[in-house]
């Protein structure tokens, strides 16, 4: 008798348990009320899910099936065209420089095709993908799961966190929901979705093997780099695609991967969504990232440097330098200081560091600990932009696409030349200016007849070229000279 209540109290107990799980998933992942039979049938299928996982976790075993299920039909095909280059010029440089501008034509090259990843997060169309996946398109198509395809827009791309935002015109989207990335913990399950190979629909499982990995890969002015690494098998065609956890819940967006052969040797890296959720906010509502500066070169602390500024501490962000005006001056962080915390979360190496103050504004306040001669101290730091300002940031064009860094023209340069003014290229990357043969040293004293004197000339230049209406007028007519007197003149593209 005994035994039959003992084994009638553990049945309720258990069909409770799964009730209230099952009413607490569907609270969760379902994102309206059910005023439809449509609507009852999805929220039947969710919660029958939930429940799936909820026996088989029960049983201590580890299903994959619900974050499958859950994930597959919100991770797209990004199809894309990319415009094959412009031709050079072949004639004078000076004299078209004088006697007008060149006319452009269209090589007689079909376009280049390319695909990726992306992942849906709203009901109305919003995609995230990799900005990797999409630069340089001029066309963008998206392919879901039950093979509709949409024409995809363009909201915003970020170079820094290798973010992209697209926008296709459909409703009743399914939708991956954002998991908390800070919560992932090394050694737990976790599935990539995407389109590996052109191959749809592809699940991977895998562990998480690391959390905040830079690995030098973005090549970007601001770059944050702060991976979620995995041993998920991850493919060319993956880009742009869910990194999601057991529960189904988006945790980062598939990047990069470690190889020789440019295919999966065992190691791949995501964006974490702690980065992607500020990113996508702020494309959404602005445009552009609102990106939060600090105003510190920060380095990882080796024994040897430990050793070398007498540390006693490998953990942190060490400051090697701090810019006059920055945030971290005006707070009063001095080089030497060693960043522990940012707003109570600790802070164990420089990625970290990075991946913290890129989840802020300018103008947000954020309260650091640093370890000073082996004392902690706290900090109040108003973050600013990187105009040193805690203005909103309007939707500025990012003139990275030209590949340099740049500097005043030292004295001695000016005195050789005889010149007033000028803006002298520091170091050159790939970029709009290589491609067109400018030497680093290069000084630049016009562009398209206008003096530039700083930085800031030359970006209002470059938008107001960018965003001018007609094809002709995208083009930046550089004149300058290089340090041993040699005057040359170049043409910038801005159509690509």
Do not use: C
């Not at 969760?28 to 899910?49: C, G, I, M, Q």
């Not at 991946?355 to 004392?375: F, H, S």
């Amino acid at each position: 008798m005994k035994s039959k209540v003992l084994r009638s109290v553990l049945l309720i107990v258990v069909v409770t348990v799964i009730s209230v799980g099952t009413t607490l998933f569907t609270q969760r992942y379902v994102l309206r009320p059910a005023t439809s039979e449509t609507d009852k049938t999805n929220n039947n299928e969710v919660s029958s899910l939930y429940a799936r996982f909820a026996s088989v976790t029960q049983a201590g075993e580890t299903d994959f099936t619900v974050a499958a299920e859950l994930s597959v039909n919100a991770v797209v095909h990004v199809k894309t065209k990319v415009k094959a280059q412009k031709q050079s010029f072949s004639s004078d440089p000076f004299f078209e420089w004088f006697f007008g501008r060149p006319h452009f034509q269209e090589p007689n090259v079909p376009q280049q095709m390319a695909s990726g990843s992306g992942v849906i997060i709203s009901q109305d169309g919003y995609i995230v993908t990799n900005n990797h996946v999409i630069e340089n398109s001029s066309e963008i198509e998206v392919v879901l799961n039950d093979k509709r395809t949409f024409k995809a827009t363009l909201v915003g791309a970020d170079p820094n966190t290798d973010i992209a935002l697209l926008k296709i015109e459909a409703t009743q989207l399914p939708v991956i929901l954002f998991g908390n990335s800070d919560e992932l913990k090394v050694g737990e399950w976790v599935l990539a979705v995407g389109n590996p190979f052109n191959l749809t629909s592809t699940v991977t499982a895998g562990i998480v093997s690391a959390k905040a990995r830079n690995i030098n890969i973005i090549n970007a002015e601001m770059k944050i780099e702060s991976f979620i690494q995995t041993d998920a098998a991850v493919n060319p065609g993956n880009s742009g695609g869910a990194l999601v956890n057991t529960r189904g819940e988006l945790v980062g967006i598939n990047t990069a991967i470690a190889s020789q052969t440019g295919s999966y040797a065992g190691y791949a890296f995501a964006v974490p969504t702690s980065i992607v959720q500020k990113v996508v906010a702020d494309l959404k509502q602005y445009g552009t990232v609102q990106r939060a500066v600090l105003g510190v070169q920060i380095r990882d602390i080796s024994a040897e440097l430990a050793e070398e500024n007498k540390l006693k501490t490998l953990d942190g962000a060490y400051v090697a330098g701090v810019v006059d005006m920055s945030a971290a001056a005006v707070a009063g962080i001095k080089e030497g200081d060693v960043i522990v915390q940012v707003n109570k979360v600790q802070v164990k190496s420089s990625s970290e560091l990075q991946e913290q103050i890129g989840r802020y504004r300018p103008g947000d306040k954020v309260t650091m600990m640093v370890l000073r001669d082996d004392k902690t101290q706290t900090f109040e730091v108003t973050l600013k932009n990187r105009q040193g300002t805690t203005d909103v940031v309007s939707n500025v064009l990012d003139i990275s696409e030209l590949g340099a860094e740049f500097v005043s023209v030292p004295d001695k340069v000016k005195k050789s030349l005889g010149l007033s003014y000028g803006l002298q290229i520091k170091s050159l990357k790939k970029g709009k200016l290589q491609e067109a043969g400018i030497l680093s040293s290069f000084v630049i004293l016009k562009i398209n007849n206008q003096p530039i004197r700083s930085k800031d000339e030359l970006e209002n230049i470059y938008n107001t070229a960018k965003n001018s209406g007609e094809r002709g007028e995208k083009v930046l007519f550089i004149a300058g000279v290089y340090p041993n007197g040699k005057v040359a003149y170049y043409a910038i593209d801005l159509t690509e």
